[in-house]
């Protein structure tokens, strides 16, 4: 079974950085997607940036410029480099990625269970 695990979340100041992490485990997986979701209170569900392969990304206007995303094929792991982090960018930061396992018939969509990010003074 798809499995993702997430680490890297915390308290940062206004005008810092945060690294996150997301590794993904299971029998022999094809991924086609990695990426990551945020989701602050209140608010829907949104994306912030994915990772299409083949040096194909994609990034949400609001955090270009100042986020990177990056993928480890070998490890099934995808980061997320946040820099010049504001009060907006506080929300719970979901890991995604869309594959299956060799043995499934078809891909799906799969989530981590969330790492809390909070930008505050």
């Known amino acids: 079974q798809v499995q993702l695990v997430e680490s890297g979340g915390g308290l940062v100041q206004p005008g810092g950085s945060l690294r996150l992490s997301c590794v993904a485990t299971?029998?022999?997986?094809?991924?086609?997607?990695m990426g990551w979701w945020r989701q602050a209170p209140g608010k829907p569900r949104e994306l912030v940036a994915q990772d299409s392969g083949g040096s194909r990304t994609n990034y949400a206007d609001s955090v270009k410029g100042r986020f990177i995303i990056s993928r480890d094929n070998a490890k099934n792991t995808v980061y997320l480099q946040m820099n010049s982090l504001q009060p907006e960018d506080t929300a719970v930061y979901y890991c995604?990625?869309?594959?299956?396992?060799?043995?499934?018939?078809?891909?799906?969509?799969?989530w981590g269970q969330g790492t809390q990010v909070t930008v505050s003074s």
């Open positions: 995604h990625l869309f594959g299956k396992e060799i043995v499934d018939l078809l891909p799906r969509d799969y």
């Open positions: 299971g029998n022999n997986l094809i991924i086609h997607i």
